[in-house]
């Protein structure tokens, strides 16, 4: 259990560009049948087929239990070897992202609640483990939409020392190396415990940094939005003074225009009066 997705694509007939890797166009028609994808299908395949093995005659004989630890490996060994592949060839297709992770920890829960049933492998062992895997996973799904978490150093060791254990395990050992098995396990156990508690914090940290960017985001939305607003309505206002000038002229014109005819009007009747006093003063003479 790696934590890389491995996919697969490349059915295009596109051959690899020197350095190993294709290029873009062969990467955009991916095609679920590919090396990496395969790998994946063998895996999952693996994992009835090492149950039935494990199982086989009363799940106590050494040559079935081998053949149950040769599957076992396998599946391990594939699960390197379709990543690596994945990464190197940029092999990506959905049923690889999903595919993947399921087949990993398939055989791995397949193994553990197997050896658990046979008395093998204590409960408690089986459950840490489970419960971590599980718990990563949806951790994972809770902070996608911020960030990826990344595979560290210790989850693969973890994964290394995870599929070593229980591969001793499978097999039928005594004596110095039974012992030897539970101290690997214990081991597995710690770094599975260690990781799955840095997972934890690395969780938390991105999903503080994501809603952390999205409120900044929307506060710079919201001042864009008042800036475009504050522009629109001072373009307004400016139109409107702009308008007021002509208007305003138009109106003193007339207020003008207006004073003038009644100041003629005015004129007219003081003319008037003053003929009608002196033609007043000649008729009393």
Request: charged share 15%; hydrophobic share 50%.
């Amino acid at each position: 259990m790696t934590g890389v997705p491995a996919s697969a694509a490349g059915g295009s007939g596109a051959k690899p560009v020197r350095g190993g890797k294709l290029g873009t166009a062969a990467v955009n028609q991916a095609s679920l049948w590919n090396i990496a994808n395969i790998l994946t299908m063998v895996r999952l395949l693996l994992v009835p087929g090492f149950v039935l093995l494990l199982f086989h005659n009363g799940g106590y004989d050494p040559a079935w239990r081998s053949f149950a630890w040769a599957a076992f490996a396998i599946a391990m060994i594939t699960d390197l070897f379709d990543g690596h592949l994945a990464r190197t060839y940029n092999l990506v297709t959905d049923f690889g992202k999903i595919a993947d992770p399921i087949a990993d920890k398939a055989i791995m829960g397949a193994a553990l609640v197997s050896l658990s049933i046979l008395g093998d492998l204590p409960w408690w062992i089986t459950g840490v483990i489970i419960a971590r895997e599980l718990g990563i996973t949806l951790m994972r799904f809770w902070v996608i939409r911020h960030a990826v978490i990344p595979a560290s150093r210790g989850g693969k060791l973890k994964t290394l020392a995870q599929g070593t254990a229980v591969g001793m395990y499978v097999l039928a050992l005594t004596g110095p190396l039974a012992t030897l098995r539970f101290w690997v396990m214990m081991v597995a156990v710690v770094l599975t415990v260690v990781t799955g508690l840095d997972y934890v914090r690395q969780a938390v940290v991105l999903r503080r940094k994501g809603l952390a960017a999205e409120r900044a985001a929307a506060v710079e939305r919201a001042a864009e939005a008042t800036e475009e607003a504050l522009r629109a309505a001072a373009g307004t206002t400016v139109g409107a003074g702009a308008a007021s000038g002509p208007v305003a002229g138009s109106v003193a014109g007339t207020t003008d225009v207006r004073g003038g005819v009644t100041d003629v009007r005015g004129a007219g009747a003081d003319v008037r009066g003053t003929a009608e006093a002196r033609d007043a003063a000649e008729a009393e003479r």
